[in-house]
Structures are given as structure tokens and as C-alpha cells.
């Protein structure tokens, strides 16, 4: 579809809709000016208790509903009448394009793509990877088509960032059948987030992007390292979900892969039981009694012993990590980057997570990395021989971008 088939919409506004299992985050995003006419989220999607739509219009007051969202569709058709009732107005000038983020693309979508019946149908056949999040973003699609019959829909892969991971680093030493009939590999998540982050890290070091290694941690309830060499993807800590890697809000990260057959064995737990508590009720939460780093912050602030172990066991986890990706990275490591909910706001992480690798020219400024600043900024001390910088990510945009340079725009 040519910009000629758009109609007289915002041309440079796409509305981005990231539908999850339990809420669906919008917003409409001008691309050129990195505006946001508006925002919004709905809450407790599926749930049995009354739900809420919070819709932001730029310069106006918040319209907030209470209402029952018992599924992603009612949830979805309450966000189009938010617009109707609170502006603007997307029937009077619809967006250029609808931009979904899809949680995982499989080893079948490697870049963004227009959607058509065959992609719905591809993106379903990959359910089994993501079971609580893929029906759901299918669920977006179905009814922005619906709402909007006459524009472009473009899906955004998390995973399509790392289809560059070399196959050394992708493969599982698992029986072949495993990866060759069911997709057992590792696909990386968050690259949206690290693929804008890249880029802008870049800037921030006066450089292009494909001139320079960056280790990427995303840290917020989930949390990744990625090893970015020239701007592309060669090792992730996630991997055929989001489970693996780095410790989480709820998420365990790393643990021996025999604890599933263990616990069946001592504890007669079925291996749904365990990977639900591995996903739902470990990490951060399991460790101090809150998945909120902030928190688990507080808390260790005021001495509490579970608090300053689950921030030692979690900066641990990132710097081992950090180390790693040093030997994956070809000849040298221009920048650490942090973002994400804890990577951009708690330099206490910074910090700690950094500690110790002085020898390896990472050094965190006391006073940068204390200052309060939301900006994108560097933390380390001017003469550092490498890099550490904040980037607040910004996902939305990347995927208004991505889906913009997809139509030609």
C-alpha cells in the first residue's frame, strides 16, 4: 500500500497498540516530532473485578472509565470510543497506520511486515510461545482491522532485533527433534527497546551506529542484557522465552534445568506448577516480598536483610553478565547502556552492578550517576575508557518508526 492509499489522515501519526495478557497500552505517536495527541491504558483485561480505561490527551485532563473488561475485545473497542469521547478525533483524521507490538515473531519474522490474513494466520500457529500474549495481540489486530478497514497494519516483532544472533549463540545443545520440529531455540526479547536505544546511544557517543559495542540492560519487572556489535544483535540473555537470564520482578532468570524433574520428584510438583512459579512468584518477589524494585530499595534502605540480599543476588546476576558479553563482543566494549523502569531510575543498581570492574575500564561518576535527571545521559567520569550511559527507552516510537519505514514514509 502506497502513502497515496492513506487518505488526508495525521500522515505522520501511527497508532501503536501493545495488547498483553492482563492490560492494553496506546498511544498515538507523531514520529517526526515525537509527539504523543494521546495515551492511554486499560486495566485488568480478564478480570472478574471492574477494570479501568486512562486515556491522556495532550494538554488535557485524564478521562478515566470504570468499566468491566472481560475480554481484550471489549477492552480494545473501549479504547477507540476513549478517542470518540475524549479526542482526538481518529474518525475525523485517522493515523497513517496501525502498529502492533507482537510479543514473539518465532524464527519466521525477522523484520516488521504488513499484516494480511497469512500473517494473522503465521502469528497463531506461533501461540505455543507465547500462550498468554500472543492470542491476545491477535485479539489487537482483529479489532483495529475492524475499526479501521481502510489503513495499513503493520506488526512489530520484540523478537525480530536478535534474528541477527549468530546460530553458535542461538542453538540449544537439545535433542535435534526438539529444535528442528518445535522452534527450540533462543530468540531474545526486548530488541524494540534495545534496537532504539542502540541507535541512540550512538548519538549520544557522536558515532554511527554500526561503529560501535554496546552491552544493552534493560532492566525494569523484566530485565535483559544484549551484546550489540555495530548495531546488531550477537547474544541476548533471554531466550526461548522471556524466563532465562537476568533476575526479575517475578521472574527467576538462570536456574539449573534439572529443578523442574527435582521438584516433580521431592516435592510432587508438575512441571506446569513449576514453571508458573518460576514466572509468577520468583525473583525479586520471591527473594524480599515485593517485585518492585522500588520497594525492595526502601526496604533495604531500612535494613531489612531479605531487601539487601534480593539487590545483591540481582546486581550480582547483571554483572556476570556484563563480564561475559566482554569476551563476545569483537576487540573491545565502547559503552554500557541502562534502561528500563530500574535501569534509568535507580543509580543504586548502577552502581552495584558495575562494582569491581574498574580493570576492565568501567567506572561509574559518583555525582553523575546521583543527579536528577531523566535526560538521556553519560555517568561514567570524562576520561573513562568506557562508556555508561542512562537511555530512557522508548518503545513506542521505535515501533511507530519501524512501522512508517515499512510504507515508505
Excluded at 493515523?95 to 502469528?123: C, K, Q, T
Excluded at 523484566?222 to 522465552?241: D, F, H, K, L, N
Aim: glycine fraction near 12%; charge should be negative.
Amino acid at each position: 500500500m502506497s502513502a497515496s492509499d492513506l487518505g488526508s489522515g495525521r500522515q505522520g501519526t501511527v497508532l501503536v497498540l501493545n495488547t498483553g495478557s492482563s492490560t492494553i497500552k496506546y498511544e498515538l505517536v507523531d514520529v517526526a516530532t515525537g509527539g504523543r495527541p494521546a495515551r492511554g491504558i486499560v486495566e485488568r483485561v480478564g478480570d472478574t473485578e471492574p477494570g479501568r480505561i486512562t486515556h491522556h490527551r495532550d494538554g488535557g485532563s485524564p478521562y478515566v472509565q470504570e468499566l468491566r473488561v472481560p475480554d481484550h475485545r471489549t477492552g480494545l473497542w473501549a479504547v477507540l470510543d476513549a478517542f470518540k469521547a475524549a479526542g482526538p478525533d481518529l474518525a475525523a483524521a485517522p493515523p497513517a497506520a496501525v502498529g502492533h507490538r507482537v510479543v514473539h515473531g518465532g524464527a519466521r519474522f525477522r523484520e516488521p511486515v504488513l499484516i494480511d490474513e497469512h500473517v494473522i494466520d503465521a502469528i497463531a500457529q506461533l501461540a505455543p510461545l507465547a500462550p498468554l500474549h500472543l492470542p491476545a495481540g491477535l485479539d489487537g489486530i482483529r479489532v483495529a482491522r475492524a475499526a479501521f478497514p481502510g489503513l495499513p497494519q503493520v506488526a512489530v516483532f520484540d523478537t525480530a532485533f536478535h534474528h541477527t544472533l549468530p546460530e553458535e549463540v542461538f542453538t540449544y545443545a537439545v535433542p535435534a527433534e526438539w529444535r528442528e520440529r518445535y522452534g527450540v531455540r533462543r530468540y531474545g526479547f526486548h530488541g524494540t527497546s534495545v534496537a532504539y536505544v542502540s541507535r541512540r546511544a550512538a548519538i549520544l557517543l557522536g558515532r554511527e551506529p554500526d561503529e560501535v559495542n554496546l552491552i544493552v540492560l534493560h532492566l525494569g519487572n523484566g530485565a535483559s542484557a544484549t551484546a550489540v556489535a555495530g548495531g546488531r544483535s550477537v547474544e541476548t540473555s533471554m531466550g526461548m522465552t522471556p524466563m532465562e537470564g537476568l533476575v526479575m520482578g517475578t521472574r527467576s532468570g538462570d536456574v539449573d534445568p534439572a529443578l523442574p524433574g527435582y521438584l516433580a520428584r521431592v516435592a510432587k510438583l508438575s512441571a506446569r506448577s513449576v514453571e508458573e512459579a518460576l514466572l509468577r512468584d520468583s525473583g525479586l518477589l520471591a527473594l524480599a516480598g515485593a517485585g518492585d524494585m522500588r520497594t525492595v530499595r526502601r526496604r533495604a534502605d531500612e535494613g531489612d536483610p531479605d531487601a539487601r540480599l534480593a539487590r545483591a543476588v540481582y546486581c550480582h546476576r547483571i554483572r556476570k553478565y556484563v563480564g561475559a558479553y566482554y569476551a563476545v563482543l569483537p576487540g573491545r566494549v565502547d559503552a554500557i547502556v541502562f534502561t528500563g523502569g530500574v535501569g534509568e531510575h535507580d543509580d543504586g543498581v548502577r552502581a552495584d552492578c558495575l562494582a569491581g570492574l574498574e580493570r576492565l575500564g568501567v567506572a561509574v561518576d559518583e555525582g553523575r550517576n546521583r543527579a536528577e535527571d531523566t535526560s538521556e545521559r553519560v555517568v561514567s567520569p570524562p576520561d573513562a575508557e568506557v562508556a555508561v550511559l542512562v537511555v530512557p527507552t522508548d518503545e513506542e516510537w521505535e515501533i511507530a518508526h519501524e512501522t512508517l519505514a515499512l510504507l515508505g514514509h
